[in-house]
């Protein structure tokens, strides 16, 4: 019998993406019992931050910071006066399993080792980045080089940990590091969430604004110095060794350093024959080999990469008046030489 028949409420907590949603309307509309959605992974529900899909962190940033108070402070722990219904209805899934569902195997990816799950992970992770590296946030989080990151976006991901244990414990350290790391974790994440949920077309190239998509119409037909497919890229097969690095650091680790990742998706913009195929390409790549892919924050990651929360800017050949990124700009920030000769080294 089904659990569900017996219950007097089902408790889930909230989901963004469009699969998501689809199984919690799905159980909705078939649950014998009450559904109560919480949300658990934003510190300000989605829907109280912003009744409407924002422009720009610039007009979302008031309205989030305006409900803070309200949100950002440590919840009351409850204890349930009955701790178990006695049975346990969960089984294990043999290996194979699969196979009864879609008669063949799955297939399948190797793991890796560079971010191991799990909340004392997760905990590890957080400690160490305000045991010293969040000091150095605010001036050198933007160079992979200076490892002055928490790490923490594949632990959002799956839920390992909680954004307001961390802007929590985050706060306990007063700093300049601070004040940057909670625009990133509230403001920037919060607004990836806002862009998911009222954008329909979020992982399609016409969810993007009119503005950018005009701009790259108007270029479509601009000769591309290099030219790509799927294949290439997910290959690491450009003329760009820093590029095919930086596939090789996603494929190898499940992670790419944030700053990286926007020069990564700008370069897919810019050998690509069509913009239209270049989002597609660049969102296929980063949900199947980012660990926090397939997550809002990587959806709008790649929006932004085309112009999505950003403003126009000098228009150039193929981007238009979408922001350019060149390998020097990487220079000026880091010693990309180095990072590459490393990454190579490790992953190759």
Not at 126 to 149: C, K, Q, V, W
Not at 277 to 290: G, K, M, Q, V
């Amino acid at each position: 019998p089904r659990i569900a028949d017996d219950a007097c409420m089902m408790v889930t907590d909230q989901g963004w993406t469009r699969l998501q949603r689809e199984w919690r309307q799905k159980v909705n509309d078939t649950a014998p019992c009450k559904l109560v959605i919480v949300e658990t992974n934003l510190i300000v529900p989605v829907h109280v931050a912003s009744p409407k899909e924002e422009w720009s962190a610039g007009t979302f940033r008031p309205k989030i910071t305006r409900q803070l108070p309200t949100f950002l402070h440590p919840l009351t722990p409850r204890h349930v006066q009955v701790e178990s219904m006695g049975y346990e209805p969960f089984t294990g899934i043999p290996v194979g399993a699969e196979q009864q569902f879609t008669g063949k195997p799955l297939p399948e990816d190797t793991s890796t080792q560079f971010l191991p799950g799990g909340e004392n992970a997760a905990d590890h992770y957080l400690s160490a980045f305000l045991s010293g590296t969040i000091d150095r946030y605010e001036a050198t989080h933007n160079d992979p080089t200076a490892h002055a990151t928490s790490y923490l976006s594949a632990y959002l991901h799956f839920g390992h940990i909680s954004p307001l244990d961390i802007a929590l414990r985050v706060m306990e350290h007063p700093g300049p590091g601070t004040h940057a790391f909670l625009e990133q974790l509230i403001v920037r994440r919060e607004l990836s969430h806002n862009f998911v949920w009222y954008n329909p077309l979020y992982d399609h190239y016409e969810g993007l604004p009119q503005w950018t998509r005009k701009t790259l119409g108007k270029h479509r037909i601009d000769t591309r110095e290099y030219s790509y497919t799927l294949a290439d890229f997910e290959e690491c097969r450009t003329h760009d060794t820093a590029w095919n690095a930086m596939q090789l650091s996603m494929i190898r680790t499940g992670y790419l350093h944030g700053y990286l990742r926007m020069y990564w998706g700008k370069k897919i913009l810019e050998w690509t024959e069509t913009p239209e195929d270049a989002y597609a390409i660049a969102l296929y790549l980063n949900n199947r080999y980012e660990l926090d892919g397939r997550d809002p924050n990587g959806y709008c990651g790649v929006a932004w990469c085309f112009g999505k929360h950003d403003r126009p800017w000098k228009e150039r050949p193929v981007f238009g008046t979408i922001r350019y990124m060149n390998e020097a700009g990487l220079r000026r920030k880091f010693r990309l030489d180095g990072w590459v000769d490393r990454t190579l080294e490790l992953y190759s």
